[in-house]
């Protein structure tokens, strides 16, 4: 069964810790993303890779920043977690090009961060 | 104005009805469009994506999608109470195919 995996299902972080999501699919997807989801927002894309060392920013980057150094991973970092990044982040991977079809995302079970 | 526009519900309907679901979106030029489904305290999972304008049907599920009023719903019939969710509206905008925007989701309460 294919899957995405996140590392961490929950953590409790204090204000101004640097924080690390990791994020592994084993399906050989190019794209991976990260989305946070809060009450009342629905889900917004942080930050979305298409290859290895590549990135795009999303619609909410600020104070977050990625890396991906091999295809099947895919970090999210907080430099300096505050409280108003208390939320739960999912990681989804999708697989190359412009077939139809091809933005299907697989999601990972997702990661609750509380920020103190 | 938002990307992508859902009413957050929740949307009640008796078991074995129609519940009927609906998508408005903002840019004309959107290609592919996604409906997925999150139960409380999962992730979204895939039900059925559309990019051609008329229906998609997969067993009591029907896509149908109006590009032209900018509008796409999900039609499921002989509701069962395993489809209480929140239903997530998704569409790939005009060359960005990789970036999916997202709605807020629209809850389904179906009644036993």
């Known amino acids: 069964d294919v899957k995405v995996t996140q590392s961490s299902r929950y953590l409790v972080k204090r204000t101004g810790e640097k924080v690390f999501l990791e994020c592994v699919q084993d399906?050989?997807?190019?794209?991976m993303f990260w989305y946070r989801q809060d009450p009342g927002l629905g889900l917004r894309l942080i930050y979305f890779?298409?290859?290895?060392?590549?990135?795009e920013k999303g619609d909410i980057p600020e104070g977050y920043s990625v890396s991906r150094e091999k295809k099947e991973r895919f970090s999210l970092i907080l430099e300096s977690a505050s409280t108003n990044q208390t939320s739960m982040y999912l990681c989804?991977?999708?697989?190359?090009?412009?077939?139809?079809?091809?933005?299907?995302?697989?999601f990972g079970a997702g990661s609750r961060l509380t920020v103190l | 104005q938002k990307e992508v526009e859902q009413n957050s519900g929740p949307l009640s309907v008796p078991e074995g009805a129609i519940a009927s679901l609906n998508c408005t979106y903002s840019?004309?030029?959107?290609?592919?469009f996604f409906w997925y489904r999150q139960y409380s305290g999962k992730s979204p999972e895939l039900i059925m994506f559309?990019?051609?304008?008329g229906d998609k049907e997969d067993g009591r599920f029907t896509a149908q999608l109006n590009k032209a009023s900018q509008y796409v719903s999900l039609l499921i019939r002989d509701s069962q109470p395993s489809d209480s969710a929140t239903y997530l509206c998704?569409?790939?905008?005009?060359?960005?195919?990789?970036?999916?925007?997202f709605g807020i989701g629209t809850k389904l309460q179906v009644i036993p």
């Open positions: 559309i990019y051609s304008n």
């Open positions: 989804a991977s999708s697989p190359p090009g412009l077939a139809t079809g091809a933005n299907v995302l697989t």
């Open positions: 399906m050989d997807h190019e794209n």
């Open positions: 998704a569409v790939t905008p005009p060359g960005g195919y990789q970036k999916v925007t």
């Open positions: 840019d004309r030029g959107s290609q592919s």
């Open positions: 890779s298409y290859d290895v060392k590549m990135k």
